[in-house]
């Protein structure tokens, strides 16, 4: 069930007290009222709100009105709806706006018709921007956020306020909340005013007087109110109305009616039947919610009113990064190791003609050493079956399809082999759209019979000697730990693992932990040590993604058929401190002489992120292979093509998948990142914030590599996706900045230099931009599929430049987010 949130007000250097937002949903009962000044915008379906003095009103979509503080206000929302509050504090008001305090807001656009709104609009306006800059994460512009506040308040101040009211004491303020607690607490008891002035240790005259100066009603009229609005929750049920009234604190049925017509101005019955005539309302005006709505995203009735084109929201901050590089000297050399591995996908992918196109190219130009395929022993590798008698039949040629490519291409085989074949499951726990099962083995002896058998066959076919340079990934990821529990799992993959070293203890074996917590990480090594079934190397995946609710900001999920329960981590290093917690318990439990290794990586888990398609995800790669290249013995990214089949085949060619490639063969922006990775020298000059200088010193070669990375703002890492679209994909992240890099190289021989400029932007080097200039077709023929291809070459610029005396060359180059950028400096012999 989807929860009540706080969505905290974050993301500037010094905090702003005193303003949160929440997401108000039906099953969660508001407050009746509030110390704080709050709004409310109707985000989605419809919903009724009654006041103290009993008026009722109907709140269509779109509503926005406000409630004083202390004003007595009951929300009661049908079963669609949605509300946002923005609630802030009276210190933070009395910090802007001291007048507001004193004065009575009236906003209420339900009382006006739509050609009356303009006022409303304003504040609706004001609310949106807000918002926005609170999930933007401007952490450099906190004037901003105050500037937005300050309007807000101004607005209501001009358009909306309407007489005086006495600002009540502090001390008076938490008295009374004190007393409002114990009547919520108690409120299905019978709560006397001698009760309440014994547990408050206050007199009962003060309490009398209080609830009228405070509430505008008196004691025995709130309590009522408060039974009246847990009583109207239970309306939504199917209880009769004797049992709500019992159940509520009503001394009987007929109480309880006299209350719903005194302060909802109707009977129960009444309430009930103007309850399922709203929903009716609502379910006609269902369809056309939704095409209006478009992604179906909570906030987009909200943001409309934002007005912010993409225009708005690029950045005018600029900052400078100045870099000073000595190229001579002996210099340390370049791991290297993002390029050992390449992820193929699903081993069946890989009996495609453009994946192994592409799989080739990539071997040739970037020297991989491994190619590593999953799901060999899937069903749609057809390797076993029963015949009439029952008995199991093995037929290998698939997948000695895939590993006689791999090792055309000049490159190695890490072969994971799971999942569990159908014929072998012990339970099917639903399949994704590929037929693959992360069951157990329903017979651990037809398991290892099956294991056994397979690599008896690769011995026979390619030899032990070859088999011992291969990597060998004895079952499935460890996120099966959480399906079957992890005795069953370690139990599997131990069994394989025994029948893979009974063919040569030397084979290499990999065990691989999947997307759950620490703590499950941390009792998954203890497992593998416990079970003495330690492989040679151990690795993990890392889709930049926690737990939904292990992070302080809580904003509900997107649920639908391509969501897990996990959001983007906020945290852009994610793959680094990934890695080191890894490492770390690793060598805590002993193991820390075990190589570590990402065997599947991407900035997201989400399979239709339109940010995969675009200069986002060029920057990404930059920062993150560039920064763990030395730490972690191997960085796979995921995967070569979008080929994947693990949901609905997409239409479209830029639908946001997990490839370096479109499923029509087109390079992404990630891939043009990647081949210029591939230029690199064998020797380390200099590495930070966003450049790696390397040198090729045989040939009086650098390298500099610069990029401006912005990570995802909140509301998307959240997946509300109010602000994307297929041609509009750049709204989504964090305030970025431009930044201006000048490097200087010193050490260099006097003398010209030929310098070589490639640059990934929007402009250049993107096939999506591309693509969208292009007029976004959904369907593309044979030549504009040859022009995309030619549009993902980077921006190329050649210039000549001198050293001054000393052998010192300066280069600057301005990057917008999201840009990528190589520099080539060659002497000119």
């Avoid at 993301?11 to 997401?23: A, D, I, N, S, V």
């Avoid at 399979?607 to 060029?618: E, G, I, S």
């Avoid at 297929?726 to 190289?745: A, C, P, Q």
Wanted: glycine letters at 6%; hydrophobic letters at 35%; proline letters at 3%.
């Amino acid at each position: 069930m989807e929860r009540d949130e706080d969505i905290m007000m974050r993301g500037t250097k010094q905090e702003m007290p005193g303003f949160r937002f929440r997401l108000l949903r039906p099953e969660k009962k508001r407050e009746l009222w509030n110390p704080d000044f709050e709004l409310l915008f109707l985000l989605r379906g419809s919903g009724r709100v009654s006041y103290e003095d009993g008026e009722v009103h109907n709140l269509p979509m779109g509503s926005i009105f406000a409630i004083n503080r202390f004003q007595i206000c009951d929300l009661d929302l049908d079963e669609d709806g949605l509300a946002l509050s923005l609630c802030v504090s009276a210190e933070t008001i009395a910090s802007f706006h001291i007048k507001l305090l004193k004065c009575e807001v009236k906003c209420q656009s339900f009382f006006y018709m739509e050609d009356q709104q303009e006022k409303f609009d304003l504040i609706r306006r004001d609310m949106a921007r807000i918002f926005l800059e609170m999930y933007k994460n401007n952490e450099e512009q906190p004037i901003y956020m105050k500037s937005r506040v300050t309007a807000l308040l101004e607005d209501l101040l001009s358009y909306f306020t309407s007489g005086e009211k006495v600002e009540q004491g502090r001390g008076g303020r938490e008295r009374i909340q004190r007393a409002s607690d114990y009547i919520l607490q108690h409120c299905r008891e019978e709560i006397t005013l001698e009760d309440l002035a014994d547990h408050l240790y206050l007199s009962r005259a003060y309490i009398s007087r209080s609830f009228p100066q405070y509430f505008g009603v008196s004691f025995r009229e709130y309590v009522t109110q408060v039974r009246l609005a847990h009583a109207v929750q239970e309306m939504h049920s199917g209880a009769t109305l004797t049992e709500i009234a019992y159940h509520n604190g009503f001394v009987n049925e007929t109480a309880m009616i006299r209350a719903f017509r005194k302060y909802r101005g109707m009977t129960p019955s009444e309430y009930r039947k103007q309850m399922k005539y709203t929903a009716e309302q609502s379910e006609k005006k269902g369809k056309e919610r939704e095409e209006a709505a478009g992604d179906h995203d909570i906030f987009r009735n909200l943001l409309q009113y934002a007005a912010v084109t993409e225009q708005e929201v690029e950045t005018t901050n600029e900052s400078a990064v100045s870099v000073t590089a000595a190229v001579n000297g002996r210099k340390p050399r370049v791991a290297g190791h993002w390029k050992r591995v390449i992820n193929a996908g699903y081993a069946a992918s890989v009996l495609n003609r453009e994946v192994q196109d592409e799989l080739e190219q990539l071997v040739q130009e970037l020297g991989y050493e491994l190619i590593r395929v999953k799901g060999i022993l899937d069903d749609d590798m057809c390797v076993l079956r029963r015949n009439m008698w029952g008995e199991i039949q093995f037929c290998w040629n698939y997948i000695d399809e895939v590993i006689d490519f791999i090792l055309s291409t000049g490159a190695k085989p890490l072969l994971e082999f799971g999942h569990m074949p159908l014929l072998l499951a012990k339970t099917d726990p639903g399949r994704t759209m590929r037929p693959a099962l992360s069951s157990s083995p329903r017979d651990l002896a037809e398991w290892r019979m099956l294991i056994k058998n397979l690599m008896e066959h690769l011995r026979e076919r390619y030899g032990i000697n070859q088999m011992r340079r291969w990597i060998f990934n004895p079952w499935i990821s460890g996120d099966v730990i959480t399906i079957d529990g992890g005795d069953e799992f370690f139990e599997t993959w131990k069994a394989s693992y025994e029948e893979m070293k009974r063919v040569s203890p030397d084979l290499v074996t990999c065990l691989s932990f999947g997307l759950g917590p620490e703590e499950h990480l941390k009792a998954f090594i203890e497992t593998m040590k416990e079970k003495e079934c330690v492989p040679e190397i151990f690795a993990f995946r890392s889709f930049g993604t926690v737990i939904y609710g292990e992070e302080e900001e809580k904003m509900n999920l997107i649920q639908n058929n391509e969501s897990v329960n996990m959001i983007v981590s906020r945290d852009p290093d994610f793959l680094r401190n990934r890695g080191e917690k890894v490492k770390g318990l690793l060598q805590k439990a002993g193991l820390g002489a075990l190589p570590v290794l990402v065997d599947e990586c991407s900035s997201n888990i989400w399979q239709r992120d339109l940010c995969n398609d675009t200069c986002y995800k060029a920057a990404w790669l930059f920062k993150n292979l560039l920064e763990n290249e030395e730490a972690l013995q191997g960085i796979a990214y995921f995967s070569v093509n979008d080929r994947l089949d693990e949901v609905f085949p997409a239409r479209e060619t830029y639908h946001g998948g997990f490839g370096l490639f479109t499923m029509n063969g087109i390079p992404k922006e990630v891939c043009t990142a990647l081949r210029l990775l591939g230029r690199m020298g064998s020797r380390l000059v200099k590495r930070g914030d966003g450049y790696f200088i390397s040198t090729e010193p045989e040939k009086n070669q650098s390298q500099i590599y610069l990029y401006n990375y912005v990570h995802y703002d909140m509301l998307y890492r959240y997946r509300h996706a109010v602000n994307i679209s297929r041609t509009d994909r750049y709204r989504v992240f964090n305030m970025g900045e431009i930044r201006t890099f000048s490097v200087k190289l010193t050490g260099l021989e006097p003398g010209k230099y030929c310098l070589r400029l490639y640059k990934v932007t929007k402009e250049h080097g993107s096939s999506y931009d591309a693509w969208v200039r292009m007029g976004a077709p959904e369907r593309m023929n044979r030549m504009e599929r040859a022009m995309l291809c030619h549009s993902a070459d980077p921006e190329y610029r050649v210039w000549e430049q001198e050293t001054d005396p000393e052998g010192s060359l300066t280069v600057q180059e301005r990057l917008e987010p999201h840009e990528t950028a190589l520099i080539e400096v060659e002497q000119i012999l």
